[in-house]
């Protein structure tokens, strides 16, 4: 038959155990949470990067799109004319061009 003090020695090896394999636990989760290479900090700033870009590659998809529309209209010589002139001001020889600001309208 064991004694009191034998079951006390073998709970208190079972604690010591416990709180050797607690400790390492511990650390280990820890390591893996915020100093890994792969932790889940650094998941967390890709993942808004990765946010980031997808949302620039949307606009960039909306500006592509814009830029083929406005290349589907310039085929035509007079759309391409006529923008020139609305956008840049441009002119035929011999021929002047009066701009006409709003603010030119309007009375003071």
Do not use: C
Request: aromatic content about 14%; proline content about 1%; cysteine-free.
């Amino acid at each position: 038959m064991r004694t009191i003090g034998s079951y006390w020695s073998v709970l208190k090896a079972i604690k010591k155990n416990y709180f050797l394999y607690g400790g390492i636990l511990l650390f280990f989760i820890s390591w893996m949470l915020f100093l890994d290479t792969h932790s889940w900090t650094i998941h967390a700033e890709l993942n808004n990067e990765i946010e980031t870009l997808e949302l620039e590659q949307e606009a960039l998809i909306k500006v592509v799109k814009a830029d083929i529309y406005n290349i589907d209209q310039f085929q035509n010589q007079d759309s391409l004319e006529r923008f020139a002139r609305e956008r840049y001001g441009h002119k035929k020889e011999n021929e002047t061009i009066f701009i006409i600001e709003v603010s030119d309208i309007l009375p003071r």
